[in-house]
């Protein structure tokens, strides 16, 4: 009944992130399907430029920035042209944003640990989540999952893969593995040694996505389905034993399932973020938008896949093991990571250091089994700091 009813209206959405990769993307999408949606809330980052634009196009009941002083620009420009909009900033504005039960669904699309209060609080208010921010589950994912339950929320994946394995199950009870597939990024066929004297112009040009420097950098060193694995293990409840990696470098099949019979299925399609997105802040519904192109088996002509080399791509196992291991393991192997990841893209180390000084900080973290929220955002605020002076000692 609510199902038909929310049918019968524009469902209404606020995106976390809308000036990012993701949130542009998003905000094409529902350009497609104006009849479809209304926007809530829009939150931006430090592109206060791109963050009005959107705000004068969509015409949300709140913006949000993510600093005082932007806050401040928000409000003359406000005055100036007579908007009505409620101008909010910080997480204190994110968390007002996620306890608006008007929304139906929220797009978590901001990177970092910033999304993480924000869809705690969203959840906390019984309001569905569309989540790309992959932080959220890697340093939480066992306490956000269980609030979700008990608050009856339904957290759709907007990752391809992720997607992909949503989209290919009937009954959970009935799946046997998960297979994440990767491209295997730009050093695919590139040599260890290559690998280490690689720049970051190589390391971000990905030959097969357009994405945010940070997971680009990820995606070349595998560490982004490192993280993927951990995010499925929360989102569908699979053991680390029954889920598989595999390389195909045409990124066609973006996942696929193995059920107790034997029987795979898998979801295909073109690289474009635009399907998954829109499934997601669509769910259950399906309507035509922006699609890249209807798919051709006889173009494509050739898939082809591969077990990972996890000599070159240490990152994937160590992701296993922190998985495993659980608690706060998790969360010192995302804050070691993303700072030696920064350090990276801040000429101030090589790429394969990114694994080294996450391997080394992770190996030195005493795990808390059952963490709390504040203990989870400790242990980030401690890892950050433990790696940020190892990659200056270096």
């Not at 699309?109 to 569905?128: F, Q, R, V």
């Not at 973006?254 to 299925?265: F, L, N, P, Q």
């Not at 399906?286 to 173009?299: H, N, T």
């Not at 296993?320 to 030696?340: D, M, P, V, W």
Request: proline share 3%.
């Amino acid at each position: 009944m609510y199902y038909n009813k929310l049918m019968e209206r524009k469902k209404k959405i606020s995106i976390i992130g809308s000036t990012g990769s993701i949130g542009t993307q998003a905000l094409e999408v529902i350009s497609k399907l104006q009849d479809k949606f209304e926007i809530i809330a829009l939150a931006g980052g430090n592109n206060i430029d791109l963050l009005l634009e959107q705000a004068e196009k969509f015409k949300p009941k709140y913006i949000c920035c993510n600093k005082i002083e932007n806050h401040k620009i928000l409000k003359q420009v406000q005055n100036d042209k007579n908007f009505q909009w409620k101008i909010l900033h910080g997480t204190e504005g994110l968390e007002e944003i996620c306890s608006n039960r008007e929304n139906d669904i929220i797009l978590v699309a901001c990177s970092g640990k910033i999304g993480l209060k924000p869809t705690l609080k969203a959840i906390e208010n019984g309001i569905d989540i569309a989540l790309a921010n992959k932080e959220t589950l890697v340093m939480a994912g066992d306490i956000v999952m269980e609030k979700a339950r008990k608050n009856n929320v339904k957290i759709i994946p907007v990752d391809s893969e992720h997607s992909a394995i949503h989209q290919c199950i009937k009954d959970i009870a009935q799946v046997e593995k998960l297979i994440i597939t990767a491209s295997g990024g730009p050093f695919l066929k590139k040599t260890i040694e290559e690998m280490k004297s690689a720049t970051v112009e190589q390391t971000l040009a990905h030959p097969r996505w357009n994405m945010g420097k940070k997971i680009t950098v990820d995606s070349a060193t595998l560490m982004n389905k490192g993280l993927e694995i951990i995010e499925a293990h929360h989102l569908f409840g699979i053991d680390y034993d029954d889920i598989e990696v595999v390389i195909h470098p045409q990124s066609i099949v973006h996942s696929a399932i193995e059920y107790k019979d034997g029987s795979v299925i898998a979801q295909l399609g073109l690289p474009s973020m635009h399907i998954p997105i829109q499934y997601a802040i669509s769910y259950p519904e399906r309507f035509e938008g922006i699609k890249s192109k209807s798919f051709s088996f006889s173009e494509i002509a050739r898939l082809d896949f591969e077990k990972p080399d996890y000599e070159k791509f240490p990152t994937v196992q160590l992701a296993f093991k922190a998985g495993r291991l659980g608690g706060t393991a998790t969360a010192c192997l995302n804050a070691a990571n993303e700072e030696a990841v920064f350090a990276f893209l801040d000429g101030k180390i090589k790429l394969y250091q990114i694994y080294e000084i996450t391997k080394k900080i992770f190996d030195e973290h005493n795990i808390i089994k059952n963490p709390t929220i504040d203990d989870i955002f400790e242990i980030d605020i401690t890892t950050r700091e433990k790696t940020k002076q190892l990659i200056a000692s270096l």
